[in-house]
DNA sequence: TATGGCCTGTAC
DNA sequence: GTACAGGCCATA
């Protein structure tokens, strides 16, 4: 599932691809992707693309006074318009809802293509305020002193840590294969209470959260089953993994088995050995 | 602060 | 047939 470097990873193609690109039409094909709409998706006919940004797992795709602004959620791709990865044929058909918006541009069409439906798009007028609006952490890579200052003050209550990682008013961009993968790395039982840990020890968390994903970002993200590049291609971050999706296989520290619990509803893996509470 | 709902494809 | 994948939001 996208996170923050599979978004990146995204955002750079984008900007590749389609910076000063003319946009010609974005057609909502399912109204339910729609959510803010500040702004009339009409109005973007005609416009030029300034930017592609991103805060945590967002994209901004920056038109001037819109600004488009997506969120793939679990499932959420964005392909070029008749890619091999998009079904055809009566599949389409069938399909056709999951095929959420489309955007024509003068260098071609993009489809956002979405099995579960999750993702959403909103049109705002101005992103950054929308987001602090809604509490939004700093970007950890964009704005890496303010996200980590931001991140000592609000790790903290007696909620386990792993909960207080995914909560995107905290850290935000972070999902659950870099929650999991982090507290590996800085040795952290995942159900540890958020203020029994020190600033320090908030730290060392908060570095290797942004290391793991810098390194994920090397390797153009993690597929483990949906994701896919703008290419249609996937991350290949997955073999780099110690403990997402790795239950019952051996610890790479200490050749314990890796174990899977659920924390606040998410499958969560460790090793018991390494991350001791 | 914790849970259920949103969704559908895949694996058992 | 059932469990699971899980980011985010609304609700209790």
Redo the contacts with the bound molecule.
Sequence with gaps: ?P?LPEVETIRRDLEECLQGAEFRELRIADP?VLRERQVDPATIAGRSLRAVRRR???LVLDVGATQLVI?L??TGRILPAGHAALPVGAEAVR?R??FRFRLATDRGEWIFFD????GTLDLVQDADAWFDE?GLAPDPLLDQAAARQWFLVHAA???AIK?VL?D?QVACGV???YADEALFRTRLHPETAADVLDYAQRGALFSAAVQVMKEAIARRGTTT?DYLDLNGNPGVFRRYLNV??RAGLNCRVCGQPIQ?I?V????THYCPTCQAM
């Design positions: 599932m996170e339910s945590g797992k967002y969120h959620r679990m399909r809802q999951q099995t579960r439906r999750f809604r209550g007696g909620r909960t995914l995107q999902g659950n294969i089953s997402y999706r899977r659920v606040s509803g998410r499958g």
